[in-house]
């Protein structure tokens, strides 16, 4: 299974499968051992042993003491990231705003925005939780919202158009 591991503004991609694991393509030897009911855990790299300290902030996101120093760290599948890639737009280029809609069934848990606002490129539109996982969609290019169609607590189908965009000219703001 590949990761992408953020760690201090940081990416590391790691790929753990039965035979060992790789961090950024370099094979390492790694084990991690655990005492049962405790956060504690004995981390070994290499021929280095260290004690790890992790807790759980939200899918995904861990914070983790080790050696005196605290770390956020996102955790993120391989699916997950491709999932993300999709729902900003990513290697695409777009004209104008497109509309956003749900990459897949799901229940908006919030929506950011109302008709009028002008948006910024990447800005978050819609959080839709679909397969128990919280997948905020984002808007493709600039522009102002001309109609939002959900609300939070709908259910929403594949391809549903949730929030339209239209094209902001120079000098308009929110």
Request: hydrophobic letters at 45%; proline letters at 3%; a positive charge.
């Amino acid at each position: 299974m590949r990761y992408h591991v953020l760690v201090g503004g940081k990416r590391f991609d790691v790929e753990l499968a039965s035979d060992g694991a790789s961090v950024d393509g370099r094979a390492v030897q790694v084990t991690l051992g655990h005492a049962d009911g405790t956060p504690v855990r004995a981390l070994v790299v290499g021929a280095q042993a260290h004690r790890v300290v992790g807790e759980r902030m939200a899918r995904g996101r861990w914070k983790v003491g080790m050696h005196g120093r605290t770390h956020a760290i996102e955790v993120v599948d391989e699916r997950t990231m491709a999932i993300r890639a999709q729902l900003a737009g990513s290697g695409a280029v777009a004209a104008g705003p497109r509309p956003v809609v749900a990459p897949m069934p799901g229940m908006v848990v919030k929506v950011e925005v109302v008709e009028g606002d002008v948006v910024r490129a990447g800005q978050g539109i819609v959080i839709v939780e679909a397969m128990k996982m919280e997948n905020e969609l984002r808007a493709s290019a600039a522009g102002r919202v001309t109609r939002v169609h959900v609300q939070r607590g709908v259910a929403v189908a594949k391809d549903q158009i949730l929030v339209e965009l239209e094209t902001v000219t120079e000098g308009a703001s929110s």
